[in-house]
């Protein structure tokens, strides 16, 4: 599978931009997909999740109310509604695919295979 994320840009502070990866190579099906993202200096972390199969959908705190991760079935696609952004959400984003725990609910959830990633930058 692969993973083309786009959206990402430049934005100020309480902006609104709409992150989306679309899958190609087979229909996904049931893997869980989800949103990580890497600031400078920092490891990669868990942002959200989506189980393919019923919606569920898993968040980290940070994000947790500000997020929106979603997904499109028909066009293979997940998607991340990123609103009252702050510039500590400034990071390189990544598309995830398969990821392994999030329903166990753990926020490290192990992922299969990753897109390339998006650079978002929050200015303040």
């Known amino acids: 599978v692969q993973l083309q994320a786009s959206g990402g840009g430049l934005v100020q502070a309480g902006g609104s931009p709409r992150l989306s990866c679309v899958a190609s190579g087979r229909t996904i099906r049931y893997d869980d997909m989800g949103w990580f993202r890497q600031a400078p200096g920092k490891e990669r972390e868990f942002v959200a999740g989506?189980?393919?199969?019923?919606?569920?959908?898993y968040y980290a705190d940070s994000v947790k109310g500000r997020f929106t991760i979603s997904r499109d079935i028909a066009k293979n696609t997940v998607s991340l509604q990123m609103n009252s952004l702050k510039p500590e959400d400034t990071a390189v984003y990544y598309c995830a695919g398969d990821l392994r725990g999030l329903r166990l609910g753990t926020k490290t959830p192990r992922v299969v295979y990753w897109g390339q990633g998006t650079q978002v930058t929050v200015s303040s």
């Open positions: 989506i189980s393919w199969s019923d919606g569920t959908t």
